[in-house]
């Protein structure tokens, strides 16, 4: 069993504070992800996990036990790391072994350890090559073997896979999920791409300036953000945010161009937020409710299409499937179902719906 928990935890450097009163439970046998962008304190986390720096303030639990001045040696977690951080002048075999030679482990334990990641991640045929005669996933294969012969209580992983191409990226974050499922351990995961985060993760956590804004499955978060932050970090294109006043029986957004139902809010202006792929676009034809948009940039991506528009001061996202014919400068009507609308107050908070 590998539960990990962060108590209020909080880390600076200097005056900067890199973690900020951090707290979140990690479940045994889950695969739980770290998200945000740089300097968010995702690598802090890590860092505080595997003991490479100990917290100013707070516990930090692994299996119900507070290792805040446990050595990293003495907490039993592996690391996979984003550089790799192989050793060139050993050979894929000696780098995966390398773990168990230096805790003296048999070497028919070894041995068979060595075999059986190897089956898992497919590297058998590549074990007597040195790392500079590997590929790039090669490699990561081989960074992840080497983590995971080692049987630890739990596995911590700092954007493992950022450096391969996105096909192989794919590839990868699909076998990671398939191993972590096999093996039934812990596994942190930190990442800044938010595809990778939402296709792998259990749960997730989504940090800003060191501190947790929202925990929840990927969907959870993906359909009740929060908070604008948390909004806009998920999803693409990114959510449109745009400003609403109370206008009739209802609001208006985007200039008139988007007219919604009324609702409660504490003020006659509200932010609203709209999914892209939320957001219908149909041709203009003089009748609608409210104002037109027009098509500033059509993006066909194949398999669905990004649209700009304009309206007015504002400019919006428009996902829409296959390859509609549709062309700038066209005037079109703007719609969205308002159970799919997101409301905002001062703050950027989100609004009970």
């Not at 303030?57 to 446990?70: K, S």
């Amino acid at each position: 069993m590998a539960e990990i928990a962060f108590r209020n935890v909080t880390k600076r450097y200097g005056k900067t504070v890199a973690l900020s009163d951090a707290s979140f439970t990690v479940s045994d046998n889950e695969f739980f992800c770290f998200f945000g962008p740089p300097l968010s304190g995702k690598s802090t986390i890590l860092r505080l996990l595997l003991g490479l720096e100990r917290p100013d303030e707070g516990e930090i639990l692994i299996d119900g036990r507070m290792v805040n001045a446990v050595t990293p040696a003495g907490r039993n977690v592996a690391m996979v790391f984003q550089n790799l951080a192989l050793f060139p002048h050993m050979t894929a075999r000696e780098n995966v072994r390398f773990p168990l030679v230096e805790r003296k482990v048999a070497e028919a334990d070894i041995e068979k350890r060595v075999a059986e990641v190897s089956v898992k991640l497919h590297i058998g045929h590549i074990l007597h090559k040195p790392p500079a005669q590997l590929s790039g996933g090669e490699r990561q294969r081989v960074a992840i073997a080497r983590a995971l012969v080692r049987d630890p209580a739990a596995y911590l992983m700092d954007d493992p896979i950022s450096a391969l191409d996105a096909r192989l990226r794919e590839e990868t974050r699909v076998e990671l999920k398939r191993i972590q499922r096999e093996l039934g351990k812990t596994l942190i995961y930190v990442t800044h791409d938010q595809e990778e985060a939402m296709s792998v993760a259990d749960r997730m956590a989504i940090l800003e300036d060191g501190k947790i804004r929202q925990i929840g499955t990927p969907v959870e978060i993906y359909d009740r953000p929060t908070s604008i932050y948390v909004a806009k970090l998920l999803g693409s294109p990114m959510m449109n945010i745009l400003a609403s006043r109370r206008h009739g029986a209802g609001f208006e957004a985007a200039e008139g161009a988007i007219q919604l139902p009324l609702r409660k809010a504490p003020a006659d202006t509200v932010e609203i937020g709209v999914r892209p792929e939320d957001l219908k676009v149909t041709p203009w034809t003089g009748s609608e409710e409210g104002r037109p948009a027009k098509v500033f940039e059509v993006e066909p991506l194949g398999g669905y299409t990004v649209v700009t528009l304009d309206a007015g001061q504002s400019k919006l996202r428009a996902l829409m499937r296959g390859q509609p014919e549709i062309k700038p400068e066209t005037l079109v009507a703007l719609s969205c179902d308002p159970g799919k609308v997101h409301y905002f107050g001062q703050g950027g908070g989100a609004l009970a719906q």
